[in-house]
């Protein structure tokens, strides 16, 4: 495995340290924030040391080499790199129709005086997310058609 990813983790785990201790020190909305910044900091270093120490090991070196040279074959593979594009104009097209029709709904929302802000903040991570899976499922489902 590449030497850059341990340093890449080295990295997050300091970044994930130093929001921890900016979440110890400060007061009020903010240290809920830094604390959510150091879990995902911290949390990303350790599943990428682990990768790290599991792949570099002597006996798991093989198959990482195939895995590696799989991944590269899968990258450049003119189809694939076709149905990447199609389910990525898809899922931006889907993503269009979902961000139209919450439009309407917060301006219901907002004309009958029950906006949130909450409700505007979860619903752009639920959006990210949706477009996150909706872009992989197309993907496979485009892969399985052709």
């Not at 709904?105 to 906006?115: E, P, Q, V, W």
Request: aromatic share 12%.
């Amino acid at each position: 495995m590449k030497k850059n990813v341990l340093w890449i983790s080295l990295c997050y785990l300091a970044a994930g340290l130093l929001c921890a201790l900016a979440a110890a020190l400060a007061e009020g909305k903010a240290s809920g924030l830094l604390a959510g910044f150091a879990g995902a900091g911290i949390g990303a270093s350790g599943v990428l040391l682990w990768k790290y120490v599991y792949w570099s090991r002597p006996q798991n070196a093989p198959r990482y080499r195939e895995r590696a040279q799989r991944e590269r074959i899968e990258q450049k593979d003119e189809r694939n790199e076709r149905l990447r594009d199609k389910a990525g104009r898809y899922t931006y097209l889907l993503g269009l129709l979902v961000l139209a029709l919450a439009d309407v709904t917060f301006a219901i929302l907002d004309a009958t005086g029950a906006y949130e802000c909450k409700g505007l903040i979860l619903f752009s991570g639920f959006l990210l997310l949706f477009l996150y899976i909706a872009g992989i499922v197309i993907y496979r489902r485009l892969k399985a058609h052709y």
